[in-house]
């Protein structure tokens, strides 16, 4: 059984910084693709960032220059660094990955930033 399970939410102030983490566990053989996604109050799911295998990334233009995507394979955990929090990242931030032949989502976490 694989699972994903994000930690480092939390409520922070304009400006801020926050790291996000998601670690996958069970039987993994191979993690392809590892994204952050993320869903504010009565918004759709967005996709926020990517990282391939190869450790190509991918950046939604509002994050641009601000999250940092990375991962650890031996750790089997990625990572969001979100510096230059603004009050419009406020949202539950979901990791999916690719792992095995299935997609995987983990429960969410919630980041809070206030103004």
């Known amino acids: 059984q694989v699972q994903l399970v994000e930690s480092g939410g939390g409520l922070v102030q304009a400006g801020g910084s926050l790291r996000l983490s998601c670690a996958a566990s069970g039987s993994i053989f191979n993690i392809n693709v590892m994204r952050w996604f993320r869903q504010a109050p009565g918004k759709q799911r967005e996709l926020v960032a990517s990282?391939?295998?190869?450790?190509?990334?991918n950046y939604a233009d509002s994050v641009k220059g601000r999250f940092t995507i990375s991962r650890d394979d031996a750790k089997k955990t990625g990572y969001l660094q979100m510096n230059g929090l603004k009050p419009e990242d406020t949202a539950v931030y979901y990791c999916a990955a690719q792992i095995n032949l299935g997609d995987y989502w983990g429960q969410g976490t919630q980041v809070t930033v206030s103004s």
């Open positions: 990282i391939t295998r190869g450790r190509t990334t």
